[in-house]
């Protein structure tokens, strides 16, 4: 099973939890480095930390932004009751 799963960006790799296991060593990450994000020069370093120290990890597809077209009528109309 994958305990943490993680997604990259132009700049950093951000880690998710996906197990119980996944999560102690996520709330080390957040306890030892303030967050669960770390620099992209820090990411081979970090999961083979992991690694070691016996968790699984796996990087998710960054998904291509959604279009203007999903925002439709039935979103615009939940907004306003939301903002009303």
Do not use: W
């Amino acid at each position: 099973m994958i305990d943490l799963t993680y997604k990259t960006d132009a700049f950093c790799a951000t880690f998710y939890v996906n197990s119980n296991a996944g999560l102690s060593a996520y709330k080390t990450m957040v306890e030892t480095m303030g967050s669960a994000t770390v620099h992209l020069s820090q990411l081979d370093n970090t999961l083979y930390q992991l690694k070691k120290a016996g968790y699984k990890t796996r990087r998710t597809p960054n998904r291509a932004q959604a279009s203007d077209n999903s925002f439709n009528a039935s979103d615009a109309t939940l907004l306003e009751k939301l903002l009303a």
